[in-house]
């Protein structure tokens, strides 16, 4: 979905020595490997707006079965269990994210340092600390969309324990919180939405023009 390179490598080139012109044509891999773990959390932030809707639809069959309402219960767990492996996909990203943005800013960093010239330097650091600053924003979204999805399926949880022994009260308690519930996970959707459109954008404000 996003191809090219996170960081420009000719620009950072600009602003180097030639003596590191090599180093960060070296950086290439590093760069590479943030631009994909940064897509591959916005695919995993994607997916869970997938999870809320499947949830929602599994609860709604539960509420409004009539004779085969633990065929409903069981399928609503298994929507909550692959909800929960999903918070547990978009961690690892978010976590990968984390970690290659450590290691790629500390050796920018460290190039940055090396040069000599005082307007250069200073002009190699701004870059630096506003590609930071954006790619701190995609790692906060990501987190925040984990979030979002571990309340919502903890919620969801919460259903699956009050509709445990499937009587009429227990269902007539669901279907009287169906409204609310759905209320709930349109938000979580929206937010979803806005958190995937926020990313898109910071990650193509990252590439070269």
């Given at each position: ?40 959390t ?18 709604d ?15 609503l ?25 450590n ?10 340092e ?6 250069l ?11 930071r ?18 309340d ?42 806005r ?15």
């Amino acid at each position: 979905m996003f191809a090219r390179r996170l960081i420009s490598v000719v620009a950072v080139a600009a602003l180097l020595p030639a003596t590191l012109c090599a180093q960060a044509e070296g950086d290439r891999q590093i760069t590479d490997r943030m631009i994909r773990r940064a897509e591959t959390t916005v695919d995993q932030i994607a997916l869970t707006r997938w999870h809320v809707r499947e949830s929602v639809e599994a609860l709604d069959a539960l509420v409004n079965s009539t004779d085969n309402a633990r065929s409903a219960y069981r399928a609503l767990g298994t929507r909550v269990r692959s909800s929960e492996w999903q918070v547990g996909r978009t961690r690892v990203a978010v976590d990968r994210m984390q970690a290659s943005a450590n290691a790629f800013f500390s050796d920018w960093a460290e190039s940055v340092e090396q040069i000599t010239d005082d307007d250069l330097r200073a002009q190699a650091f701004g870059r630096m600390s506003g590609t930071r600053d954006r790619y701190d924003e995609i790692l906060a979204l990501g987190r925040q969309a984990r979030d979002e999805l571990t309340d919502f399926v903890q919620l969801l949880r919460d259903k699956l324990m009050i509709g445990s022994d499937l009587n009429p009260e227990a269902l007539a308690a669901l279907r009287a919180d169906s409204e609310q519930f759905s209320e709930r996970a349109q938000t979580v959707r929206r937010t979803i939405d806005r958190t995937i459109g926020t990313a898109t954008r910071y990650i193509d404000a990252l590439r070269p023009e």
